[in-house]
């Protein structure tokens, strides 16, 4: 298993708005093998969002360097930046994103086309769950359908690495854990890199690695043996 598939090495993330600097994080170093669920956990302003906006490419560090299967992405002009969110990344956020114009199947089919070597849109909503919704629209989709809508729209560009933020903050309990169980199935049959930031620390069960954060800083890293599946977890 390559343990440095995802690498941060001393990351700092200074905000500056006028004379005012915010330091949003101090430090920062850890890695995430290939094919790992890992949980970066923490409460609200602990950094978790922008580790995940800096390592998806959608923000970029002060200071120190990160690697994704080799690359160093840390060094990236803004053309590669964007060739690596749209073929390598996938992402899932807490309020979908989904093009509210654009059926189902229109969503998936608009971010497949995007990757390098995409799966089946239609396909990949079967595997959701979705093969009777594919020609609704959003608003004709409940939360826990329109985020799994979200989750086939980045696993259909067969992304590397994928990236949640907060993907059942929206949801209720049962669906909230139908969800999880779609995104640790997917780790497993794709070897696909997961990572999801939350302040729901039961999920660290489910995570290959847990990652806690506090004020900006890395507390802890944890490689776990044994993982729980979704189906045990309670909280």
């Known amino acids: 298993m390559n343990e440095d598939f995802i690498r941060f090495e001393n990351v700092k993330k200074i905000y ?22 890992c949980i970066i956990v923490g409460e609200s302003g602990a950094g978790k969002t922008t580790l995940l906006n800096i390592l998806g490419g959608m923000d970029s560090l002060s200071e120190g360097r990160i690697t994704v299967d080799g690359e160093e992405i840390s060094s990236y002009d803004a053309k590669r930046l964007t060739a690596y969110r749209r073929s390598d990344v996938g992402f899932v956020f807490q ?15 608009i971010s497949a086309k995007r990757g390098r070597e995409p799966l089946d849109a239609a396909e990949t909503l079967r595997r959701v769950g979705l093969g009777e919704r594919m020609s609704n629209f959003p ?22 690495l994928l990236l949640c933020d907060e993907p059942t903050g929206a949801l209720d309990y049962r669906t909230g854990k139908a969800i999880l169980k779609l995104l640790q199935d ?14 729901n620390k039961a999920l660290c069960a489910m995570a290959d690695r847990v990652i ?5 800083s890395i507390l802890s890293e944890e490689r776990q043996t044994q993982v729980t599946s979704v189906e045990e977890l309670e909280w």
Request: aromatic share 4%.
């Open 95 to 109: 309020f979908y994103n989904l093009i509210p114009n654009l059926t189902a199947l229109e969503n998936v089919e």
């Open 186 to 199: 997917s780790c497993r049959e794709k070897g696909m890199t997961v990572i999801i930031i939350t302040h």
């Open 16 to 37: 500056r708005t006028g004379e005012i600097e915010l330091t949003a994080l101090h430090d920062v170093s850890f890695s995430v093998a290939r094919g790992e669920i």
């Open 139 to 160: 608003a004709q989709l409940s939360g826990g359908e329109q985020q799994r809508v979200a989750i086939a729209r980045a696993l259909a560009k067969n992304p590397k």
């Open 212 to 216: 806690r954060v506090k004020s900006g």
